[in-house]
């Protein structure tokens, strides 16, 4: 690459082949490299003609920037309420969230959880409504055998610094549909690619997609030991769905471990002072996002019901960043300690 002046130009053969790799990984038609996983739901929106005054479903609990994203285009979110405890919209939800003007569901896999695909995709496939698949954090997983991000209609995934596959920044749109697959290309070429992934940000993807599956079986047993760890006592339960100790049709991928946190247990300690000691104590525990009815207006979103079960997790829910994972099966006990401690 470097011999070759390859990493310098705009169209080279380390792009294509990372498409082409990612489209065998994932088993889909169509790839389209970006400069980010905002980016890449930003498109996904587009490719299914989110227009001003329409209406996107998504879970009360996800990602910001997918909200910013439905707001960017002129349409409203109208946010669903998760399972009870778990970061994962509710399908049951679905029904009383869609509207005449609903455009898309977004639906995305959380902090090691996956969304249950199959009722999302039963009811929009029922009423018509394309289903896009967050998979920013999912890259590597597995439901019944099918990748993260190709279940679907459109699926996405993040390259960003802290993801899982990452060059620092890029992602990508996923797809079978030739007609989203060309909107896309259509909307981001303006005589260059507006929406670029570099040759550099591909050569350094393709080796870890090379290892992601290795990788992602490594990480679904450091969490399994994780969990037969953690005493009963502990201020952290997990907070997984499905269940990864026993479930053997799903592979999850762990971005981040989701975990409640139950102050009670010690002291009364709030989820802020627990995080700051857990960081102190070298453990990558951080509060999660904060629901998205509670920190924006409402009168930019239409709120289906109260949302008891998302507002649960913007009190309670912690995260734990990924790299300790492979760090070996001894950093576990250390870690467990340390969270103990
Ligand atoms: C990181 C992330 C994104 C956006 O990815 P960027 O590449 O950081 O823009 C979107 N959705 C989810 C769930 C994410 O975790």
């Not at 525990?285 to 207006?297: G, Q, W, Y």
Request: glycine content about 8%; aromatic content about 6%; overall charge negative.
């Amino acid at each position: 690459m470097l011999q070759d002046g390859s990493w310098g130009r705009y169209h080279g053969p380390h792009c294509d082949r990372l498409r082409d790799a990612l489209a065998e990984f994932h088993d889909v038609e169509h790839v389209i490299l970006c400069c980010s996983g905002t980016a890449a739901v930003e498109l996904a929106l587009r490719s299914v003609k989110v227009q001003p005054n329409d209406e996107v479903v998504m879970a009360a609990y996800d990602y910001k920037a997918n909200f910013a994203n439905v707001l960017t285009l002129q349409a409203t979110p109208v946010l669903a309420d998760t399972l009870p405890g778990v970061p994962v919209l509710d399908p049951k939800q679905l029904k009383n969230a869609l509207s005449d003007k609903t455009k898309a569901i977004v639906c995305s896999h959380l902090h090691g959880c996956f969304a249950d695909m199959a009722a999302v995709r039963a009811v929009a496939a029922e009423h018509g409504v394309p289903v896009i698949e967050d998979a920013c954090q999912a890259a590597g997983g597995r439901l019944n055998g099918k990748a993260a991000g190709s279940i679907g209609d459109v699926g996405v995934l993040s390259f960003g610094g802290s993801k899982l596959l990452t060059a620092g920044r890029g992602g990508a749109v996923l797809t079978n549909d030739a007609t989203v697959a060309q909107r896309i290309r259509l909307y981001t070429q303006r005589g260059n690619d507006a929406y670029p992934l570099s040759e550099m940000q591909a050569a350094v993807l393709l080796p870890q997609l090379q290892q992601l599956n290795e990788r992602t079986h490594v990480r679904l047993q450091r969490v399994r030991q994780l969990l037969n760890a953690l005493p009963a006592d502990s201020p952290l339960t997990p907070a997984l769905y499905p269940d990864p100790t026993d479930n053997v049709d799903d592979i999850p991928a762990f971005y981040k471990v989701a975990f409640h946190y139950d102050g009670e247990k010690v002291g009364g300690q709030s989820r802020e002072d627990f995080a700051t000691l857990a960081r102190q104590n070298g453990v990558a525990l951080d509060p999660a996002f904060a629901a998205l009815h509670k920190t924006h207006s409402g009168r930019r979103f239409r709120a289906v019901g109260e949302l008891p079960n998302a507002a649960a997790l913007h009190e309670e829910l912690m995260t734990l960043h990924h790299p300790v994972l492979l760090e070996g099966a001894d950093q576990i006990d250390a870690l467990v300690a340390a969270i103990q401690q």
